[in-house]
């Protein structure tokens, strides 16, 4: 039975998402900003009461670590940017985007039914013009390809550090 492309994109991203929600499921509040060593990427709450990533617009050398918490930011970040393009909005910038805290996890699941929703609504033949320049001639199945691999990669990333992290507590 032929599948369609845009059908293998949804079947992936769902599948991506069962991993994501196993690994955020058994995350209690320590393990979101738990330093795995001495070189880490985290959030930091500001005066303001907003929680703050690290972030370098050159990446170092040797590149830290991040923290579950900032891997969770990090996804809240380049996702809801993609869904703003997706919807045709502009996504506010990066400095403006903050962790979510201990709402983490809810703000994720937005995300989720927010791009699910865009994409049912969407042209998958549409031109898209991010992560990419919008000359590079790209749709909005590459779009939804690059955000299932950018997912699929961090939480495998935030799997890693949970398992890490339940390791060293036993």
Same mark, same amino acid.
Do not use: C
């Given at each position: 039975?032929?599948?369609?492309?845009?059908?293998?994109?949804?079947?992936?991203?769902?599948?991506? &998402?069962?991993?994501?929600?196993?690994?955020?499921?058994?995350?209690? =509040?320590?393990?979101?900003?738990?330093? =795995?060593?001495?070189?880490?990427?985290?959030?930091?709450?500001?005066?303001?009461?907003?929680?703050?990533?690290? &972030?370098?617009?050159? +990446?170092?050398?040797?590149?830290?670590? =991040?923290?579950?918490?900032?891997?969770?930011?990090?996804?809240?970040?380049?996702?809801?940017?993609?869904? *703003?393009?997706?919807?045709?909005?502009?996504?506010?910038?990066? +400095?403006?985007?903050?962790?979510?805290?201990? *709402?983490?996890?809810?703000?994720?699941? +937005?995300?989720?039914?927010?791009?699910?929703?865009?994409?049912?609504?969407?042209?998958?033949?549409?031109?898209?013009?991010?992560?990419?320049?919008?000359?590079?001639?790209?749709?909005?199945?590459?779009?939804?390809?690059?955000?299932?691999? +950018?997912?699929?990669?961090?939480? *495998?990333?935030?799997?890693?550090?949970?398992?890490?992290?339940?390791?060293?507590?036993?």
């Amino acid at each position: 039975m032929p599948v369609s492309f845009t059908d293998l994109l949804r079947w992936q991203f769902d599948l991506t &998402w069962s991993l994501a929600s196993y690994h955020l499921d058994a995350l209690t =509040p320590d393990d979101l900003r738990w330093e =795995p060593g001495p070189l880490v990427w985290t959030v930091h709450r500001g005066a303001d009461g907003n929680w703050r990533p690290d &972030w370098a617009d050159t +990446e170092p050398d040797p590149i830290p670590v =991040p923290t579950i918490a900032w891997l969770t930011w990090h996804i809240d970040w380049w996702w809801s940017t993609a869904l *703003a393009h997706l919807e045709g909005r502009v996504p506010p910038p990066r +400095e403006q985007v903050y962790w979510a805290g201990d *709402a983490a996890r809810a703000r994720l699941d +937005e995300l989720r039914a927010a791009w699910s929703a865009a994409l049912d609504a969407a042209d998958p033949n549409a031109p898209a013009a991010y992560p990419w320049p919008a000359d590079a001639g790209l749709t909005v199945t590459h779009l939804a390809a690059w955000v299932n691999a +950018e997912l699929m990669k961090n939480v *495998a990333e935030l799997g890693q550090l949970r398992l890490l992290r339940a390791a060293s507590l036993a």
